[in-house]
């Protein structure tokens, strides 16, 4: 389940982030995690496990009727295609009336994740 990043979870969010690879110095990670404090159009969503456990974050970027994936990364422990389409799915449904698209670094995952989708229907 996503939950929207507070501050409480700074060292959790900051933990995650940091396995993404342009982000492995701490003042990128602390940097980014600003932006998504500050600018009104990021957001920041922690993913909760089955367990209950935090085990992920997603960094998004709203745009018209678009969401930009920025970042997705998932504890080592965690890392499944089912994991990460768990988080999109979730994501999607927080937005219904816009698509979600990648960055350079995400879209990759996301055509994954389209196509996974486009089966499970047919």
């Known amino acids: 389940m996503l939950f929207k990043y507070k501050n409480d979870y700074e060292k959790i969010a900051m933990g995650f ?3 993404v690879p342009d982000l492995k110095e701490v003042s990128h ?4 995690l600003a932006l998504y404090t500050s600018d009104e159009q990021r957001n920041l969503y922690l ?5 209950g ?9 709203l745009g018209a ?3 930009l994936v920025r970042h997705i990364s998932l504890n080592p422990s965690e890392r499944s295609d089912e994991n990460y389409f768990t988080m999109l799915d979730e994501l999607a449904a927080l ?3 816009s698509r979600v698209m990648g960055s350079l670094e995400t879209a990759p995952l996301i055509a994954k ?8 229907m047919d």
Not at 47 to 51: D, H, Q
Not at 54 to 61: K, T
């Open 17 to 19: 982030l940091s396995f």
């Open 29 to 32: 990670v602390q940097a980014e």
């Open 47 to 51: 993913w909760r496990n089955e367990a």
């Open 53 to 61: 456990d935090f085990a992920g974050v997603v960094g998004i970027e």
């Open 65 to 67: 009727d678009y969401i």
């Open 95 to 97: 937005y219904p009336e």
């Open 113 to 120: 994740w389209e196509q996974h989708q486009n089966t499970e």
